[in-house]
């Protein structure tokens, strides 16, 4: 499945920007470069990130894979000084082999991470890093109510064959398919915990990622009656406080793996 399929929203990615960057920085933080020649943010989405990049290895040419041309244009804009192609994450090959591939919060949307990750290592250049993070959310309300309903209403038809964020594989396999082909692998998880405001803030937080995909396919007649029964579906798993925040406890598995 590629990103393309759905039109994102960068306004609506970056409505919870602080939230979604910290795992970005934490990442980040953990690459083990002094310095890069060619770095590359696979899945850049609206550029929040790459910037980022740019100034951790000022000297590298930074180049933004994404397949949506909104996040694109947005991204353009974000990093003027960084080069943004149109990419598919399962068949992209760099000109020149990136001493750094960076993904954040993006292969989770594409499956065969089995075969999909050796390839990645094998595009890197010698001693070259490959740093993801990728959400682990696919057991939680949050992304499993989103099949439920789907699968229900007046919209299951429209919505049967829909794409939608894949499991991760058990953090074990990962290892397992890594660690033969690297010198240095670090794997851990984090669950962050977001406080957000709002009426139904975790909607909300759900229409910027794994949602678009199901309001995307549905005829503007259905967006608002989906949304309302996936907000009710949600309620009782993440309940309004008394101060009027919502809490939404997000898992992210990390890896950071260099040849």
Same mark, same amino acid.
């Given at each position: 499945?590629?990103?393309?399929?759905?039109?994102?929203?960068?306004? %609506?990615?970056?409505?919870?920007?602080? /939230? &979604?960057?910290?795992?970005?920085?934490?990442?980040?933080? %953990?690459?083990?470069? /002094?310095?890069?020649?060619?770095?590359?943010?696979?899945?850049?989405?609206?550029? *929040?990130?790459? !910037?980022?990049? $740019?100034? &951790?290895?000022?000297?590298?040419?930074?180049?933004?894979?994404?397949?949506? !041309?909104?996040?694109?244009? $947005? =991204?353009?804009? =974000?990093?003027?000084?960084? &080069?943004? /192609?149109?990419?598919?994450? *399962?068949?992209?090959?760099?000109?020149?082999?990136?001493?750094?591939?960076?993904?954040?919060?993006?292969?989770?949307?594409?499956?065969?991470?089995?075969?999909?990750?050796?390839?990645?290592?094998?595009?890197?250049?010698?001693?070259?890093?490959?740093?993801? %993070?990728?959400?682990?959310?696919?057991?939680?309300?949050?992304?499993?109510?989103? *099949?439920?309903?789907? =699968?229900?209403? !007046?919209?299951?038809?429209?919505? $049967?064959?829909?794409?939608?964020?894949?499991?991760?594989?058990?953090?074990? +396999?990962?290892?397992?398919? #890594?660690?033969?082909?690297? @010198?240095?692998?670090?794997?851990?998880?984090?669950?962050?915990?977001?406080?957000? +405001?709002?009426?139904?803030?975790? +909607? @909300?937080?759900? /229409?910027?990622?794994?949602?678009?995909?199901?309001?995307?396919?549905?005829?503007?007649?259905?967006? %608002?009656?989906? &949304?309302?029964?996936?907000?009710?579906?949600?309620?009782?798993?993440?309940?309004?406080?008394?101060?009027?925040?919502? #809490?939404? !406890?997000?898992?992210? #598995?990390?890896?950071?793996?260099?040849?």
């Amino acid at each position: 499945m590629a990103i393309a399929s759905s039109t994102w929203d960068p306004a %609506q990615y970056l409505r919870f920007g602080n /939230e &979604r960057l910290r795992p970005a920085l934490d990442l980040l933080a %953990q690459i083990p470069l /002094e310095a890069a020649a060619h770095v590359v943010d696979l899945g850049c989405g609206p550029g *929040n990130v790459t !910037p980022l990049l $740019k100034h &951790r290895f000022p000297g590298a040419d930074v180049l933004g894979i994404d397949g949506s !041309p909104d996040m694109l244009a $947005k =991204a353009r804009i =974000a990093a003027p000084d960084c &080069r943004f /192609e149109m990419g598919d994450f *399962n068949i992209w090959v760099p000109e020149a082999k990136p001493d750094l591939i960076y993904s954040n919060a993006a292969l989770h949307w594409v499956t065969d991470h089995d075969i999909l990750f050796p390839h990645l290592l094998s595009l890197l250049a010698p001693d070259g890093v490959l740093a993801i %993070q990728m959400p682990s959310m696919h057991d939680a309300p949050l992304r499993a109510l989103q *099949n439920e309903v789907a =699968a229900t209403g !007046p919209w299951a038809s429209i919505l $049967k064959d829909t794409g939608f964020a894949r499991g991760l594989l058990p953090t074990g +396999t990962y290892y397992d398919v #890594l660690k033969p082909r690297t @010198q240095h692998l670090d794997i851990w998880e984090t669950t962050f915990l977001h406080v957000l +405001t709002g009426e139904n803030a975790v +909607t @909300q937080w759900a /229409e910027g990622s794994s949602l678009r995909p199901f309001l995307d396919a549905l005829p503007s007649e259905l967006k %608002q009656p989906f &949304r309302d029964a996936y907000s009710e579906a949600l309620r009782p798993h993440y309940p309004r406080r008394a101060d009027g925040t919502t #809490l939404l !406890p997000f898992k992210r #598995l990390f890896m950071v793996a260099r040849v």
